[in-house]
């Protein structure tokens, strides 16, 4: 049990963590939920990564979040006759429709709604914004540009147009097979990428309902536009750097990051920071300090969670990446500094009953020094709004739902496990004290926080709060 860490790790598997072995290994050195990237690798390998996982879930008894990636509408050039082309700076490319092989003057963009959303004067930036393109004309079915930025572009590269507002839905054709084999296997988190107004939200909620938790990816410009609103129907939210990285300058990645991890934890909902976060650990043992400063500032903003993709999926020191990512973790929660931030960036509570108690245990677990809370849930929220509040105690989290066990791993704090229903506060809190005392949370002689929703397993209820003693 990792007592002493409250943000969470997630780590992306792939080719180079795909063995049950090799999944061990991971979560040994500190991964707590683990993400299938649907944009690459076949049904079949997601399937033996799935059930590797959860066979040491039931080998240890302790819940581990399952999050798949949904592709979304990834937007590419065609194919060139030489499999890549020379463009130079200054030059025109017409973009169009044809299928047929471009060269340098033309490249084929098979995507209809492009020329729809683009206007004269808009940039169109290719290979993750490596090279960039004016608009100078726009018909129905091509734009005609000159070379702002040159360099080589091979074929099938990645296509993002700043600003532009595209007329197509976050969900693919691909994406609909791939999220109906995804709630078929059981996944507990479907991140929904490309995200730009809270309808595609709406539209995979209508169709996941309660299988899955919702976290819907913020990489597009526009979705900042509606921050709340999407933030208010997803379950979690991902602040996915790459694209967003792209679409706009660096130099606003840094101040949006907190925006929304500030908008994340205002709504009480889990935020991840995403991508690039130990990039050298693809193909070195250590990351650069760059990199350990940029993982240590996403924890001291208050992450949910911090998330590792290439340097777990495909790199060379997968277990190292993950321990390495711990390391920082822990180094920044022992920070003085640290509480410091975290109370200074609290959200005020809402006007319920159930955060004025959430609120209280907090204040109680401090004013009296309990080893920790202990929520009873159903649904989870009781352990959502602990973690909101951002205790400086863990959070026990006990819950006779295997799915929403699954899910509290992405939480701030929580360590979840699977418990039977109780249903007297006596027994609640003999078990209770039980739990925290086998889970090594708590000592005997020490105290702790509880708190639960009455009657029993009503969702969302929480209205009670009880101090007990560890025997």
Not at 380 to 390: D, K, L, N
Request: net charge neutral.
């Amino acid at each position: 049990m990792n007592q002493r860490r409250s943000a969470k790790i997630i780590a992306t598997l792939g080719p180079a963590s795909t063995t049950p072995e090799q999944i061990r290994a991971l979560h040994a050195a500190g991964a707590d939920v683990f993400r299938m990237n649907f944009s690459h690798g076949e049904r079949a390998d997601h399937r033996a990564r799935y059930d590797a996982v959860r066979r040491l879930e039931r080998e240890l008894g302790r819940p581990i979040g399952i999050l798949v990636d949904l592709q979304g509408p990834k937007i590419r050039v065609g194919k060139f006759a030489g499999g890549k082309v020379a463009l130079m700076a200054g030059k025109p490319l017409r973009l169009d429709l044809d299928i047929a092989p471009g060269d340098e003057t033309r490249a084929p963009l098979p995507h209809p709604e492009v020329f729809q959303a683009l206007a004269p004067g808009q940039l169109v930036l290719l290979d993750d914004g490596r090279l960039r393109l004016k608009v100078e004309k726009v018909g129905a079915d091509f734009a005609d540009t000159v070379v702002m930025t040159g360099g080589t572009l091979s074929e099938r590269k990645g296509v993002n147009l700043p600003g532009a507002i595209l007329p197509l839905s976050a969900l693919t054709e691909k994406d609909l097979r791939d999220l109906d084999f995804a709630l078929t296997l059981g996944a507990d988190w479907i991140a929904l990428s490309f995200v730009q107004r809270p309808d595609d939200v709406a539209e995979l909620r209508k169709l996941v309902g309660n299988r899955a938790a919702i976290m819907a990816k913020i990489e597009k410009p526009q979705a900042l536009d509606r921050l709340d609103q999407i933030v208010d129907l997803s379950d979690a939210v991902m602040v996915a750097r790459g694209d967003l990285g792209v679409e706009l300058p660096p130099e606003d990645v840094p101040s949006l990051q907190k925006q929304i991890v500030r908008a994340g934890r205002k709504a009480g909902k889990p935020v991840v920071v995403a991508t690039q976060m130990l990039e050298s650990m693809v193909r070195d043992p250590a990351p650069t300090r760059a990199e350990a400063s940029d993982v240590a500032n996403a924890v001291y903003d208050g992450a949910d969670a911090v998330m590792l993709s290439a340097e777990t999926a495909s790199g060379a020191y997968p277990a190292e990446s993950v321990a390495m990512m711990d390391r920082i973790i822990r180094r920044v929660e022992h920070d003085p500094t640290y509480r410091l931030i975290m109370d200074a960036n609290h959200p005020p509570p809402q006007a319920t009953a159930a955060d004025a108690i959430t609120l209280a245990a907090r204040e109680v677990a401090q004013t009296i020094g309990a080893a920790c809370i202990v929520t009873y849930t159903s649904s989870g929220s009781t352990a959502q709004r602990a973690s909101r509040e951002r205790p400086a105690v863990p959070i026990l989290c006990l819950t006779g739902r295997t799915q929403t066990a699954r899910r509290m791993t992405l939480a701030w704090g929580v360590q979840c496990y699977f418990s039977h229903d109780v249903s007297t506060i006596d027994e609640m809190v003999a078990y209770a004290q039980e739990s925290a005392k086998g889970t090594g949370i708590a000592k005997s002689g020490e105290r702790i926080v509880i708190t639960a929703g009455m009657p029993f397993g009503t969702p969302g209820a929480t209205n009670m709060l009880r101090v007990a003693w560890v025997e």
